[in-house]
Nanobody, 122 residues
Framework: QAQLVESGGGLVQPGGSLRLSCIGSIANMDYYAIGWFRQAPGKEREWVSCTTSGGTNIYYADSVKGRFTVSKDNAKNTMYLQMSSLRSEDTAVYYC???????????????WGQGTQVTVSS
């Protein structure tokens, strides 16, 4: 069973930074597009970013563009979401997910991590 595990969440002040990690046990993780989503209390799951298979292209939601950056370490089978200039509205549970091709539609993803909480508050 393929598995994704997120880590790196926590409490940070507005304007601060956090780096989330998504470690995959999927064989040949590079074969998959990796998406990042977030879900705030009482809200629908929101697409944040997607990296195409092979890492050729990275797409960001307008709400995070210029503040969030995705990177990958193939040797560690790990994707990173570097979040900077954090705002209170970034508070949510953050998830990574995998599917064959990028999509902003959460139900189409095949594999999901358990999520990691990010709280932005003073």
């Amino acid at each position: 069973q393929a598995q994704l595990v997120e880590s790196g969440g926590g409490l940070v002040q507005p304007g601060g930074s956090l780096r989330l990690s998504c470690i995959g046990s999927i064989a040949n993780m590079d074969y998959y597009a990796i998406g990042w989503f977030r879900q705030a209390p009482g809200k629908e799951r929101e697409w944040v970013s997607c990296t195409t298979s092979g890492g050729t292209n990275i797409y960001y939601a307008d709400s995070v563009k210029g503040r969030f950056t995705v990177s990958k370490d193939n040797a560690k089978n790990t994707m990173y979401l570097q979040m900077s200039s954090l705002r209170s509205e970034d508070t949510a549970v953050y998830y990574c997910a995998a599917k064959r091709a990028c999509s902003g539609y959460a139900p189409t993803y095949d594999y999901w991590g358990q999520g990691t909480q990010v709280t932005v508050s003073s």
